[in-house]
């Protein structure tokens, strides 16, 4: 997920443009090294760390299922009455691990289910209504136009507009980011999927679906406290010494005709939902020292009875986070010191 906040500035440069007869072809997908070269290039290199979402901290615990999934899929974290591990990580987006946590209302939530049959699944989610754009290459282009300029050390304004005024689901994207106040925990907020996946049942048949992590600690309606970078850990900290934290896992199910390979499409509100069961988080670590620290959170790690759907931002995330992880394990061969600061003691 992209770097936002306070710098994006809106101007209307209209582009036309849609392929037709006598266009270039179009410009093959950009390559993982490319992609994490532009998360680097727009916010910096810190050896060690993730090149997105390189602020967080590892989580623990546990999913119990409520059985009302197994009807759709075979895997075995959805049987009725199956207690399975989780590992996780909590984040904010951007290369930068010192980053203010007030800076972006983007929460992240990463999973990885230890099923008892050895199988793993991996999820990614952030707390957004939708993607910003729906193929790689567009996501490349949006990190090139978010690319700060030497001068100013900010992203070129026109650029930007260009970029927003020739797209308009980003564009949307956008007024969500400077209209949604950053949560003051990440225990109030709801984590998305955005892709779609199928969950395959006993049969071989298949149910699009998209999922959601459905927190049941109630938003707090204060303004985000501007005096510590790292209030989110702080939360989570307190809350833990107080008691787990839990979430619902709410499995939405597409109707004919949703967008299935598109993660800028949001789904009507009225689609049915199956209560999987919750996620119960009982403890938090350190990043620097947690388990999570050097697993990437590859969504497309899935266990038999979920499959991915053809959106290829799956593909491109995949690619992307082995890149992402290769470079991180390469720092940390090299030596190279990872700084500490009061989130990542
Ligand atoms: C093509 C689109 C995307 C690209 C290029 C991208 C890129 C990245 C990269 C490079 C990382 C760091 C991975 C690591 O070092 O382990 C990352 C982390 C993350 N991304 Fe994405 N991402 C994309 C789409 C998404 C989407 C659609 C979501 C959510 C629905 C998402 C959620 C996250 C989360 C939660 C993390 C942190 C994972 C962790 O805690 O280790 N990303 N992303």
């Known amino acids: 997920m992209f770097a936002y906040g306070k710098w994006m500035i809106v101007g209307l440069f209209a582009v036309a443009g849609c392929a037709s007869a006598g266009d ?3 410009a093959p997908p950009p390559s993982a090294d490319q992609i994490v070269n532009q998360f680097q290039k727009n916010g ?7 090149r997105n979402h390189a602020k967080g901290v590892c989580v623990s615990g546990y999913f119990d299922s409520s059985g009302a999934a197994a009807r759709y899929s075979v895997a075995q974290v959805f049987a009725p009455g ?7 990580r909590l984040s904010i ?3 930068n691990p010192y980053a203010w946590d007030d800076g972006t209302p983007i929460r992240g939530m990463a999973l990885d289910f230890l099923q008892a049959d050895g199988q793993q699944w991996r999820t990614a989610m952030n707390a957004v209504p939708f993607f910003p754009v729906a193929t790689p290459q567009l996501n490349y282009e949006f990190l090139q136009a978010q690319q700060p300029v030497v001068a100013t050390g900010e992203p070129d304004p026109e650029k930007l507009a260009a970029f927003f005024a020739t797209h308009p689901k980003a564009n949307a994207f956008r007024i969500w980011d400077r209209t949604t106040k950053p949560s003051t925990s990440y225990a109030t907020v709801r984590y998305n999927s955005l892709d779609a996946f199928y969950l395959v049942d006993a049969r071989g048949q298949r149910q699009a ?3 959601s992590m459905a927190p049941e600690a109630a938003a707090e309606d204060r303004a985000a406290p501007t005096n510590d970078p790292d209030f989110l850990a702080g939360d989570l900290r307190a809350r833990l010494a107080h008691a787990p934290l839990r979430w619902r896992l709410v499995v939405t199910l597409a109707a004919p005709g949703d967008a299935i390979d598109d993660a ?6 009225d689609r049915p939902q199956v209560d999987a069961g919750t996620l119960v988080i009982l403890a938090s670590q350190p990043q620097r020292i947690g388990v999570c620290r050097d697993i990437s959170f590859d969504p497309l790690v899935l266990p038999r009875g979920i499959e991915p759907s053809a959106d290829p931002l799956l593909q491109d995330r995949a690619a992307t986070y082995a890149e992402s992880l290769r470079r991180r394990l390469q720092d940390q061969r090299n030596d190279a010191p990872v700084p500490a600061s009061a989130s990542h003691p």
Not at 44 to 50: A, D, K, Q, S, T
């Open 24 to 26: 270039p072809p179009a």
């Open 209 to 211: 679906v998209r999922w």
């Open 82 to 88: 199956e207690r399975t591990p989780v590992i996780g």
């Open 93 to 95: 987006p951007g290369t």
């Open 264 to 269: 800028s499409v949001a789904w009507p509100a």
């Open 44 to 50: 910096g290199v810190f050896p060690g760390r993730r």
